[in-house]
C-alpha cells in the first residue's frame, strides 16, 4: 500500500513540475504585463525601469528558476497588478472557493440523493420523469444563464436575497444553487443507474425475502452499495467546484480562486496565473490521490496494478 | 436536512422582512466593475484608482472637478516660478496631518516626489519628471522648491489631481518606520477618509476623519467601494439598495432612468480612436497615402456608430487624438468644418485615385476594453463600413494584450487597433501625444509626421503658455488635416444612482470621480 501511494504521490509531483514549466511558458507567449499597468503615456525609460524592477528583463530560464525554487517553499512571488506577495491573495481567495464548494456540494447532496433514490424506485413513473427533468435542465441551461437570471430575479426583483459578495449565510444561497445544480445533474443520474443496478442484485432479493421493510431497504442495504462511485464522483467533482468556478464567481462577485485566476490572465500577471494553476492542479492531485487509495483500500487488486 | 432546514427558514425570512431598507446615509457604497490595478501605494500603478486613491490622500495642487488647479483643493495654498521657470517654489498649507496624528511638512513632500520617480514607481509621468527635477529643496517646514533642469511651466500640473499621483503627499515618518510593503497593504493619508480594510477582488473600505480641510464634516461616516465585475449583479445591488452608485452600461441607461434612478454621466470621458500599425519605417503602404487615411474615415458613420453601439450615449468625433478636455486649456475650436462626413462615395473615388479601386487588404483586431464592452460589436460595424467602399477588412477576435504585443513588436504593419483613450487635460494630452510620435526605436507610436515631431519637440523647450498652446492647436489642426487615425466617437460613461444619493458632480478629470466633493460636508 506504501509502494502503491508513494508510486503516485511521485506522478503528481512530475505533473507539476511538467505543468510548471508549461504555465510559464504559456503565461510570457500572449502578451506583456507592462502594457497593462504602465499608462499609455509611459516613456521607453519607464517600461525599462520597471522590468528592471519586476525581473522581468532576466533571462527566462533565470526567471523559472528563481520561481521554481522558490515555490517550493510556498512563495509564488509578487503579483505584478496588485504588487502584493502572490501566497497572500492565494490564501484570502482560496477559503471563499473552498467554503462556496462546501456549499454548493451540500446543495447537490441534499437535491441529488433523495431524487436519485426517488427516480430508481419509482423507474418510469412522474417522479422519475421529473427527476430526469431536473437533472437535463442542470446540465444542458449554461451556469452563466442561470446565474443571471437567479441575480435579476431573485435578487433584483424579489430582493429575497443578495446578489452578491460574501456577506453572511444567505450570500451563499445564489451562488451555491447555480454552482450546486449543475452537479446535482450529473450525481443523480450517476446515483439512479447505480441504484436500478444493486436493486436488482440477489442480496437485495434476499433481504427483501427475508422480510426487512422496503424503506430499510432501500436507504440502507441498497444506497450504501450503490454510493461509492457516487462518492468518487463527488470527491472529483468538489475538486473542480473549488478550481473552475470562474462564471459564477464573476457573476456573483465572488472573491474566489477562479476570479483570481481570471484577473491573473486579463492582466497578464505571470506569477499569479502560476501559482493558481499549480495551487488548483495540487489541489486536484491531492483529491485524486486521495480516491486512489480509498479505491485501493476498497479492492486490493489496484495496489498491483502497474 | 438541518442545512435544508436552515436555507428554507432564511428564504421565508428573506420573504417576510421584504426588500433591503435603504442604507443609512452615513455610509456611501459604490459599486465599480472594475479596480483595476487594485492598489493602495499611489506609486505602484496607482493612476488608474485616482477614483478612491485621491479620498485618502491630498495633493500637493488642488484640482477644480472640472479640471482647474485650485488653490483651496491641494496642500500648496501657492506656488509661483522663478523669472527663468528652473525653480518652483510650493508654499504649503499648514496644520494638516496626517491619519497617525503627524503633522505634514515639506519633507513629506520632498519624501514622497523622491518616492514617485524612484525605482519602484510605475506611475504614469515618473519618466519625464525623473528626467527634469534636478534636486527638492525644504527651506521651510512650510516651503518646498523643485528645481529643474530645464525651464518648464509643468510641474505644478504634473504634481496636481489632474494628472496622476506623483503629486500625492505621502507620510515620510510612517514608511520609513514600516517600509514600502507595510503601506502598500496599510496606507495612511492626510485626506477625508482613512484605510480601514482591502478584501482583494472584493471591496476597500475608507472611514471618515471627523473634520478635514477639504470637505469640513464629512456627510458620510464610510466610503465602500465594491468590486462587481457583472452589469446584472450591480444593477440588482443598486435595486436592493445595497450601493448608492453604480457604473453601468450605455444601453441600460433607459431602462434604470424609467425606474427613476438618477443617472449621472462623465461626458466625452474617453475617445475611442483608432490607429493605424506602423512598421519599422513608419507609414506602411497603402496607409502612407492620405487619401487612403481619408477614405477610410469618410467611410464609416459615426452618428449611427454612436446611436446603434453606444445607445446615444457618444458623440461623433474627428479629431484624431483630439482629447477634449485639453481643448479648454489651449483655446482649440471644432469647426463644422472639421467634422467628418459619412461619404462612402467620396470614400471609394479616393481609394481608386490612390491606386486601390478595388480596395485592399485590411486586418482590423477587435476587442473588448475596460469601459468598453461593446468594443467588439463596434469593431465589427466599422470594418463592415470599410467593406462597404471596397476595403477587405478582416476581423481578427483577440483580446487587448495581444494586440498590444503586436502593435509594439511591429508585427501587423498596417493593421488597425483601437483604445477608448481616457480625456485629460493638456499636460496628459501633450504626453500622450508624444508618445505616439513616430519613433524608429519607439515600440508605441501611431503617427509619423516631422511637421508634428517639430512641434512636439518645440513645446518641450517652451515656457511661454501662448505659443504651447499655439503649438499645441496646430498639432490637433495637422492630425486632422493628415488624417492620422481614425477618430469615431466620444464616450459619455455612465452612474446609476440611489434615489437618495443627492446631487453628484463627476467631474472631468482623468480617472478621478470627485466622491469628495458628493462627501462634503461643506456648503
Redesign the interface.
Known amino acids: 500500500m506504501l509502494r502503491f501511494v508513494l508510486s503516485r504521490l511521485v506522478q503528481s509531483l512530475v505533473a507539476l513540475a511538467i505543468l510548471s514549466v508549461v504555465v510559464f511558458v504559456l503565461a510570457r507567449t ?4 507592462l ?13 525599462a ?2 522590468r ?2 519586476l525581473g522581468l528583463d532576466r533571462p527566462y530560464v533565470e526567471q523559472y528558476l528563481s520561481f521554481a525554487g522558490k515555490a517550493i517553499t510556498g512563495d509564488f512571488g509578487t503579483s505584478i ?4 506577495p502572490v501566497s497572500e ?1 492565494i490564501r ?2 482560496l477559503p471563499n472557493s473552498l467554503r462556496l464548494a462546501t456549499f454548493a456540494m ?2 447537490t447532496i ?1 437535491v441529488a440523493f433523495p431524487l436519485g433514490v426517488l427516480a430508481a424506485v419509482n423507474k418510469g413513473t412522474a417522479i422519475d420523469r421529473a427527476a430526469q427533468v431536473v437533472a437535463v435542465l442542470g446540465q444542458s441551461l449554461p451556469t452563466f444563464w442561470v446565474a ?1 437570471v437567479l ?2 430575479f431573485v ?3 424579489l ?8 456577506d453572511g ?2 450570500s451563499y ?1 445564489l451562488p451555491g444553487l447555480t454552482l450546486g445544480w449543475f452537479v446535482v445533474a450529473g450525481l443523480m443520474r450517476l446515483l439512479r443507474s447505480g441504484m436500478l443496478e444493486v436493486l436488482d442484485s440477489e442480496y437485495v432479493k434476499l433481504a427483501r425475502v427475508k422480510g426487512v421493510i422496503e424503506p430499510r431497504v432501500v436507504w440502507v442495504h441498497a444506497l450504501k452499495n450503490a454510493l461509492i462511485p457516487v462518492v468518487t464522483f463527488a470527491a472529483i467533482y468538489f475538486s473542480i467546484l473549488v478550481t473552475t468556478a470562474i462564471v459564477v464567481e ?4 465572488w ?2 480562486l477562479g ?2 485566476a481570471y ?1 491573473g490572465i ?3 500577471d505571470f506569477p499569479v496565473i502560476q501559482a493558481v494553476v499549480l495551487t488548483t492542479a495540487a489541489l486536484v492531485a491531492v483529491v485524486n490521490l486521495s480516491v486512489d487509495c480509498l479505491y485501493a483500500l476498497i479492492d486490493p487488486r489496484i495496489r498491483y496494478v502497474r | 436536512m438541518k442545512l435544508s432546514v436552515k436555507i428554507a427558514t432564511l428564504m421565508v425570512l428573506a420573504l417576510l422582512s421584504g426588500p433591503a431598507s435603504a442604507q443609512s446615509k452615513t455610509e456611501l457604497t459604490v459599486a465599480l466593475s472594475s479596480f483595476s490595478t487594485e492598489v493602495l501605494d499611489p506609486v505602484l500603478g496607482g493612476h488608474i484608482v485616482k477614483y478612491y486613491l485621491s479620498l485618502m490622500f491630498d495633493y500637493l495642487v488642488g484640482t477644480t472637478p472640472d479640471g482647474q488647479p485650485s488653490k483651496e483643493g491641494g496642500i500648496a495654498t501657492r506656488w509661483e516660478a522663478s523669472a527663468d521657470h528652473k525653480r518652483w517654489t510650493f508654499h504649503l498649507r499648514k496644520g494638516v496631518k496626517f491619519h497617525t496624528g503627524e503633522e505634514l511638512t515639506s519633507e513629506d513632500v520632498k519624501f514622497s516626489l523622491q518616492r514617485a520617480i524612484s525605482k519602484r514607481s510605475t506611475t504614469g509621468y515618473a519618466g519625464p519628471l525623473r528626467t527634469l527635477i534636478a534636486d527638492i529643496e525644504t527651506p521651510a517646514p512650510d516651503r518646498v522648491v523643485i528645481v529643474t533642469k530645464d525651464p518648464t511651466l509643468i510641474i505644478p500640473t504634473y504634481l496636481s489631481r489632474s494628472l496622476s499621483t506623483e503629486g500625492m503627499v505621502l507620510p515620510k515618518k510612517y514608511i520609513e518606520a514600516n517600509g514600502d510593503d507595510a503601506f502598500a497593504r496599510k496606507p495612511v493619508g492626510s485626506g477625508p477618509f482613512r484605510f480601514v480594510e482591502q478584501v482583494t477582488g472584493s471591496h476597500i473600505k475608507l472611514a471618515a476623519v471627523d473634520n478635514h480641510w477639504r470637505i469640513g464634516t464629512p456627510r458620510f461616516k464610510t466610503v465602500t467601494f465594491k468590486l462587481v465585475p457583472e452589469e446584472a449583479t450591480r444593477i440588482a445591488i443598486l435595486r436592493r439598495g445595497e450601493a448608492d452608485v453604480a457604473d453601468v452600461s450605455r444601453e441600460r441607461v433607459k431602462e434604470l432612468e424609467g425606474e427613476g434612478f438618477p443617472i449621472h454621466v462623465r461626458r466625452e470621458e474617453a475617445i475611442l480612436h483608432m490607429w493605424f500599425v506602423l512598421d519599422q519605417d513608419g507609414w506602411p503602404a497603402p496607409m502612407k497615402d492620405r487619401r487612403v487615411r481619408e477614405a477610410l474615415n469618410l467611410a464609416v458613420n459615426r452618428a449611427e456608430i454612436a446611436q446603434a453601439i453606444f445607445a446615444g450615449k457618444a458623440d461623433p468625433a474627428s479629431i484624431p487624438m483630439g482629447l477634449s478636455w485639453s481643448f479648454r486649456d489651449i483655446g482649440f475650436k471644432v469647426t463644422p468644418e472639421m467634422a467628418y462626413a459619412h461619404d462612402p462615395a467620396r470614400a471609394r473615388k479616393l481609394l481608386a485615385d490612390a491606386g486601390h479601386p478595388n480596395g485592399f487588404a485590411l486586418d482590423v483586431y477587435a476587442f473588448q476594453l475596460p469601459g468598453l464592452p461593446e468594443g467588439k460589436a463596434f469593431a465589427e460595424a466599422v470594418a463592415g463600413y470599410w467593406q462597404k467602399i471596397g476595403v477587405k477588412a478582416k476581423l481578427i477576435p483577440v483580446d487587448y494584450p495581444a494586440f498590444r504585443k503586436l502593435w509594439v513588436d511591429r508585427k501587423a504593419p498596417g493593421a488597425v487597433g483601437y483604445y477608448n483613450i481616457a480625456n485629460r487635460d493638456w499636460i496628459g494630452t501633450y504626453a500622450i501625444l508624444e508618445k505616439q510620435a513616430y519613433g524608429p526605436s519607439k515600440a508605441n507610436d501611431t503617427v509619423n509626421d516631422v511637421e508634428i515631431d517639430g512641434m512636439i519637440a518645440q513645446i518641450t523647450r517652451q515656457t511661454d503658455k501662448d505659443k504651447i498652446s499655439s503649438l499645441m492647436r496646430n498639432i490637433f489642426t495637422r492630425l486632422r488635416s493628415e488624417h492620422y487615425g481614425v477618430p469615431v466617437v466620444y464616450l459619455h460613461s455612465p452612474y446609476a444612482a440611489s434615489k437618495t444619493l443627492g446631487k453628484w458632480n463627476p467631474g472631468s478629470v482623468m480617472y478621478d470621480l470627485f466622491f469628495d466633493e458628493l462627501a462634503s460636508g461643506k456648503k
Open positions: 500572449t502578451g506583456d504585463p502594457h497593462l499597468i504602465l499608462p499609455m503615456s509611459a516613456t521607453e525609460e519607464d517600461y525601469h520597471a528592471r524592477y497588478r496588485a504588487r502584493r491573495l484570502e481567495r451540500g446543495v441534499l443571471i441575480v435579476e435578487a433584483g426583483r430582493q429575497w436575497l443578495p446578489a452578491g459578495g460574501v449565510f444567505s444561497v464573476t457573476v456573483f462577485a472573491p474566489g476570479r483570481l484577473e486579463s492582466s497578464r
